[in-house]
């Protein structure tokens, strides 16, 4: 096993990867730019060394740099998280050549599923069912060749995007000509590649993802799916295992399909297959993440498994401690991705300080944060907080207990999406779980309905009281938990209860 891990990242998947170091004896070395100096990563690691200024690109980009720290400290890995450089093939081989392992797959894996039409012509030939269209790159007389013989409507994809970028839905023939053309410049001034390719369009599909784990030796495991549907603008807001709509037929055969993938790409260590399922439940290859995801953690909850120290053991040559017979799912566990930004204003980014900060705890809770009370959230990054994950016996327990764990969470300071998250845990869409990847725009397209018996003047006085309550010195010897009035709704927030406690205090 590895002494020293260079971490290349922040935030809490920063964090995330200093736990599993801790665990299994491995010293942390983190970096950090200028704006990162009191980030909580840095605090958690065992060494922290500045990488450069707040520009991504000068510093958690910074390829030359992050391997010069690797080697001055004597790291023998990187980790390199997700985002920044988990998907950059040239950092994996510059990690290499300077004799550090690179935690992730082989640079030629990345390569492969880093180009769309390179990885749908390798998955096709590998027998993974694909969504009608092209496997390479077309001319526009092709495309309209292609198009005619799907049927419209159809997608146009540059072949160098993936997550979203650079795509085009075409719904008649007449439209095909301006927005291929729209599509290539775009792909062309994006990604300095204006190679594009045709799919027909499924619409309102399912985004259901299967986790695969390869060890150096040829063995590869499926973990189940994560359903991550509900999301916006190619941001997936809420992730969960297992899906509402995957059986255990269609899962061992999701399953297979993933493992295929994965050996056909000579790929290792851990990564993700995304499929797209229609409302047959037919599934298709979307595309390959050749990293940790943000959501790995409901798979760990259901499976009982540690993803992190699994990637440490795999990257250090150890052949995975199980067989796939081995692997069992568990219960259901639901994650929300808590975001600085306001749901109220276009869900504008909303760094700044965070003057309070109460965490949800208690049974099935898990919460990975990259943030403390009193930190100034910078702008330069992703605004991400932490990722809010519960487990429970069941869905509906899940639910539960997530509406729970959200009616204690209270961030001070700056705006949050937390209150989005209770209107989507509370859909009745969501609740019987028909949930496709138009759910949340359809949710938001209505407007918030106001929850009865909000915004009378008790709610804001009991709002009043509340902040009162966070912000003011406890008093020696009063718990203010007295409990009088229960409230007739089960949930009632915490800043109802906190107004009611200070109330009983004052009497
Ligand atoms: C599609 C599609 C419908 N039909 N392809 C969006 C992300 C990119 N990786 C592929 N995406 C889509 N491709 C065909 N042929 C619908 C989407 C899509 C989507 C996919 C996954 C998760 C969320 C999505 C939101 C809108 C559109």
Redesign the pocket.
């Known amino acids: 096993m590895f002494k020293k891990v260079l971490i290349a990242n922040r935030g809490e998947i920063a964090v995330r990867v200093v736990r599993a170091c801790r665990e299994m004896g491995i010293a942390s070395a983190a970096i950090y730019s200028d704006a990162d100096r009191a980030a909580l990563h840095v605090s958690k690691a065992d060494e922290a060394y500045p990488v450069g200024p707040a520009a991504a690109r000068e510093s958690y980009l910074n390829v030359a740099k992050i391997i010069d720290v690797a080697k001055r400290c004597g790291a023998e890995a990187i980790h390199p998280g997700y985002g920044f450089l988990s998907e950059n093939a040239q950092f994996a081989r510059a990690c290499a050549g300077a004799g550090i392992k690179f935690i992730g797959p082989p640079p030629s894996a990345m390569e492969l599923m880093g180009s769309k039409t390179r990885a749908r012509t390798a998955m096709h030939a590998a027998g993974v069912p694909m969504?009608p269209?092209s496997a390479r790159g077309l001319s526009l007389a092709e495309a309209e060749e292609m198009a005619a013989k799907v049927g419209f409507p159809?997608?146009i994809?540059a072949a160098a995007?993936?997550?979203?970028k650079g795509?085009r839905?075409v719904k008649a023939p007449a439209e095909l000509k301006s927005s291929f053309e729209t599509a290539q410049s775009e792909a062309q001034r994006a990604f300095n590649d204006g190679e594009i390719y045709l799919?027909?369009?499924?619409?309102d599909?399912r985004?259901i993802e299967i986790q695969v784990l390869a060890d150096e030796h040829g063995n590869v495991v499926y973990l189940g799916e994560r359903e991550?549907?509900v999301?916006r603008r190619?941001q997936k807001v809420i992730e969960e295992a297992p899906s509402a709509v995957v059986d255990q037929d269609m899962r061992q055969r999701m399953g297979a399909v993933a493992v295929q993938a994965a050996r056909s790409a000579g790929y290792t260590n851990a990564g993700t297959i995304?499929f797209?399922v229609d409302a047959q439940r037919n599934f298709?290859f979307?595309?390959m993440n050749t990293r940790l995801q943000v959501e790995h953690p409901v798979t760990e909850l259901v499976t009982g498994l540690d993803l992190v120290q699994l990637q440490f053991r795999i990257a250090s040559g150890e052949k995975l401690p199980f067989r796939q017979e081995d692997i069992g799912l568990r219960g259901h566990a639901i994650e929300c991705r808590i975001y600085a930004e306001d749901p109220e204003n276009n869900f504008f980014p909303s760094p700044g300080k965070i003057t309070r900060l109460l965490r949800p705890s208690g049974p099935g809770v898990r919460e990975d944060s990259g943030v403390y009370q009193g930190w100034t959230v910078p702008l330069d990054y992703d605004p991400m907080l932490s990722k809010l994950i519960v487990h429970a016996a069941d869905r509906g327990a899940a639910i539960a207990r997530m509406r729970r764990a959200l009616d204690e969470y209270f961030v001070g300071g700056i705006k949050t999406n937390l209150p989005l998250f209770r209107r989507i845990l509370d859909h009745p869409d969501f609740v019987a779980g028909r949930i496709d990847?138009?759910f949340l725009d359809r949710l938001l397209a209505t407007p918030a309905t106001a929850v009865s018996g909000a915004n009378t003047l008790a709610d804001i006085a009991a709002v009043s009281a509340a902040l009162f309550a966070a912000t003011a010195p406890q008093k020696n010897g009063q718990n203010g938990g007295a409990r009088i009035g229960v409230d007739s709704r089960a949930q009632a927030s915490t800043w109802k209860r906190m107004a009611r406690s200070e109330g009983v205090r004052k009497e």
């Open positions: 969504v269209g159809v997608m994809k995007g993936g997550g979203g795509m839905l799919e027909k369009f499924i619409e599909p985004h991550c549907s999301q190619h995304e797209l298709y979307l595309e990847t138009g």
